[in-house]
């Protein structure tokens, strides 16, 4: 269910009014749940997805693999910190496979992110091994499309 | 030179062209026009349904296929019939591939309608039945639905137009204009009537994925005593999002189906293949796709009903298709010259009910296959000029 999640996480921009009409719901009932969801940290925020290189500003994207040594006791999870509390890591995740974390680093240029990784990510300790692949072109984002198709065309100009 | 209306066969001459389209030529010349008008979904085609259809072109698949449909889709829909009805057709005699419902209802009208027979038609209904019905030489009589009623078929009505001389009734449910839909029980009730009787039934099924509120579509054919008389048309124009693929299909019990098969052979040869080898994959893996568009106009339509709830538009809750059919008889007698000002004053284009037939007369028929976005500016401005009247 959680229709409600659905909707936002398709339009975050969306009115809980409108919500509520879609649902069935009362526009009360619809604050009430999405504060609660805010208040339990099922969202977690809400963000627009943006085609940067439609503008003029530099933007890199990497995606880094990483192969770590865990720590006893603590697992991956301290180790993930460590490295995603670095404000140029914008997604983390552990992976199964041939290596642990996939962490996707945005910056400003090639030099950036290549600092970030050699300067913070390589040195630090337990790392095994990372691997950067740069983002060439975005073509999907978040499930929107960065080509998007407009509503649908009309042929029927007759 | 030639006088050309003097070439026109009579009938021809008789069929006046669609109501629906009228509107359109304006919103194009418009600029900031919305339209509610259109009668298809807003969503492509599933993917993986084009890239069926691509591929079978590049495997250079781009012959005739048999008269009757590529046997796999066939038997895709005889699976269907039988996972949904509980109806068994054999696929090598009781259905064949159409292009979209349109042509079987009309091969279905010409197969069974003799001069001068006359064919019930509840309205208000789709466009095409009663234009049909006159092609295949027969006398269209409408059948009145009523809001009260949720615009549903009802026995008396039909008991009263029957005469000798009554060859089809043409059953259209789920309903385009009014999103009407109709229950077994209720369906009983007509197949009661029609147990004495020799009368065909078309039944025009093309909305059946778009039922609401967890009412299952119900096949007429599925009535008891009801499928040795029943035409079945479907198709995936509506289900699949698939308008311009133009493929659709007819299941009938193998003796009515014959004169359908030869009309079918000499007049069309075959469904377009791409598209029967797009169908064959959106009916084996389309089941989500339509899950997915159902929820998404289910959630639309209860933003319209509300929403013209609020605006104070006396209106039936559809329960089936993408149309809502709201009275505007508190505003205005007639429906055309609603539409018209709507059009002129606030830029947005709706269909006069009337379209549909004369019980349509004081409607207007809204489609909701668009946007969120475009609905609620819509009907922002719907109810401006509601507010200004």
Redesign the interface.
């Known amino acids: 269910m959680h229709?409600i999640l659905q909707?936002l996480e398709q339009?975050a921009r969306?009115t809980p009014a409108?919500i509520a009409?879609?649902?069935?719901m009362s526009e009360q009932q619809v604050n009430d749940s999405i504060r609660k969801y805010e208040r339990d940290n099922v969202i977690l925020g809400y963000k627009a997805v943006i085609d940067w290189s439609k503008i003029k500003r530099d933007n890199v994207t990497a995606l880094i693999e990483v192969r770590v040594r865990p720590q006893t006791g603590a697992g991956f999870d301290e180790l993930a910190q460590r490295i995603y509390n670095h404000k140029q890591v914008v997604d983390m995740y552990l992976m199964s496979g041939s290596f642990d974390f996939t962490i996707i680093v945005n910056g400003s240029s090639l030099q950036e992110v290549s600092r970030f990784v050699s300067e913070n990510l390589a040195p630090m300790e337990n790392i095994v091994s990372t691997s950067t692949h740069f983002v060439l072109k975005a073509y999907k984002n978040a499930g929107v499309d960065f080509n998007p198709?407009d509503?649908?065309e009309?042929?029927?100009?007759? | 030179m030639i006088d050309y209306s003097s070439l026109i066969s009579d009938k021809a001459k008789t069929i006046k062209t669609s109501g629906i389209?009228k509107f359109?030529d304006i919103v194009?010349t418009m600029e900031d026009a919305i339209?509610l008008g259109?009668g298809?979904?807003?969503f492509?085609t599933p993917w993986q349904v084009r890239r069926a259809g691509i591929d079978s072109l590049q495997q250079g698949k781009t012959f005739y296929t048999s008269n009757w449909g590529l046997v796999d889709l066939r038997k895709e829909i005889a699976k269907y019939a039988w996972e949904n009805y509980h109806l068994e057709y054999d696929y090598h005699k009781e259905i064949i591939v159409t292009v979209g419902g349109s042509e079987a209802i009309d091969n279905a009208l010409r197969s069974f309608v003799s001069e001068g027979d006359e064919v019930l038609i509840p309205e208000p209904s789709f466009v095409c039945y009663t234009p049909l019905a006159i092609m295949a030489g027969g006398k269209p009589v409408p059948l009145k639905t009523r809001m009260e009623d949720g615009f549903k078929l009802t026995a008396e009505t039909l008991k009263q137009a029957i005469t000798p001389k009554t060859k089809v009734l043409i059953m259209p449910f789920p309903n385009n204009p009014t999103g009407a839909i109709m229950t077994r029980e209720e369906l009983e009730k007509i197949a009661a009537v029609l147990r004495g009787t020799n009368i065909v039934v078309i039944s025009d099924e093309i909305y059946c994925e778009l039922t609401y509120g967890g009412k299952k579509h119900v096949c007429f054919a599925e009535l008891p005593g009801m499928r040795e008389r029943t035409i079945v048309i479907n198709g995936f124009s509506k289900s699949y999002a698939m308008t311009?693929w133009r493929l659709g299909w007819v299941m009938a019990p193998k003796e009515m189906l014959q004169p359908l098969v030869k009309i079918h052979q000499f007049g069309i040869m075959s469904a377009p293949t791409v598209s029967q080898f797009a169908g064959i994959e959106a009916m084996r893996t389309g089941k989500q796709d339509i899950k997915y568009m159902r929820e998404q106009y289910d959630?639309?339509r209860?933003?319209m009903y509300?929403?013209l709830q609020e605006i104070g538009m006396p209106c039936f809750e559809p329960e089936g298709a993408f149309y809502i059919f709201p009275s505007i008889q508190n505003y205005m007698e007639d429906d055309e010259a609603f539409c018209d000002q709507l059009l002129r004053k606030k830029k947005v284009a709706v269909v006069p009910g009337s379209a549909f037939g004369e019980s349509g007369r004081g409607h207007v028929r809204i489609s909701y296959s668009?946007?969120?976005m475009?609905l609620?500016t819509a009907m922002e401005r719907i109810e401006e000029f509601i507010q200004e009247l």
């Open positions: 229709r909707l339009d969306i409108r009409k879609m649902l069935g198709v509503e649908r009309d042929f029927r100009d007759d | 389209r359109f194009s339209s259109v298809e979904p807003d492509q311009g959630m639309r209860r933003f509300q929403r668009y946007s969120m475009h609620e």
